[in-house]
């Protein structure tokens, strides 16, 4: 258990709609990663945030989108959706600058029909 | 971030060392060697990491060698909870949280 928590666990979508996945990350860090693991294949980069603005960002287009808040929860949003998104999206937490160590979520699961 | 290449699978006898390679012959010198591991139906967790000195944590001992284009993570008493996908990935520390995730070795620990 790290402490990470995502929600929902699984999720069906259609192509063209938006959805909203959200993380809560461990207790006292600061920053918090999206990862998205198509089947078969390691975690890809999404976008990191920390105080709450976008900190890095991998190679995604911009209809991934993400919010970082006070509690340093998170969420990513994705919109526009078509069916290579479906994979599992990973959530990490770590202390900004120590970042030597991510904890992960265990993921949400998107299927887009 | 050096690129890292990793066989794709590899089984080991429950109870037995498992010795995982990794290759990173283009590492620059600020450049970690990194280890995580994916259980099924979990997201990754961190395992070990160092720069050029043997490192041993307790769950594993990461052997980097001399010239620092290789390393080898040692799982010295395998069960059947290890199996899982064995991630190497070299960056820079302190850097974005980007670990560029390979595909991998699959390591299959057996009765």
């Known amino acids: 258990e790290t402490g990470v928590t995502q929600s929902p666990t699984h999720l069906i979508k259609t192509r063209g709609q938006q959805v909203t996945l959200r993380c809560s990350s461990q207790s006292g860090h600061n920053t918090v990663s999206w990862y998205q693991q198509a089947l078969g294949q390691g975690p890809q980069f999404i976008f990191q945030?920390?105080?709450?603005?976008?900190?890095g960002r991998g190679n995604f287009p911009p209809r991934f989108s993400g919010l970082q808040f006070p509690n340093y929860s998170s969420e990513l949003n994705v919109n526009a959706l078509e069916l290579d998104d479906s994979a599992l999206y990973l959530c990490?937490?770590?202390?900004?600058?120590?970042?030597?160590?991510?904890?992960f979520g265990s993921g949400t699961q998107l299927s887009v029909l | 971030d050096a690129k890292t290449t990793q066989p794709t699978s590899m089984d080991c006898a429950e109870g037995r060392a498992a010795n995982l390679p990794c290759n990173h012959s283009t590492i620059s010198g600020n450049e970690y060697v990194y280890w995580y591991r994916q259980i099924h139906s979990q997201g990754p967790q961190y395992i070990i990491h160092?720069?050029?000195n043997n490192e041993t944590n307790e769950m594993a001992s990461l052997i980097i060698t001399e010239d620092r284009k290789s390393s080898t993570l040692i799982l010295p008493h395998a069960t059947l909870r290890d199996t899982a996908v064995y991630y190497c990935?070299?960056?820079?520390?302190?850097?974005?949280?980007?670990?560029?995730f390979g595909a991998g070795t699959r390591l299959t620990v057996k009765p």
């Open positions: 990935i070299v960056r820079v520390s302190y850097n974005n949280n980007d670990m560029r």
């Open positions: 160092g720069l050029k």
């Open positions: 945030y920390y105080r709450e603005e976008e900190n």
């Open positions: 990490a937490s770590s202390l900004y600058q120590r970042n030597e160590k991510l904890f």
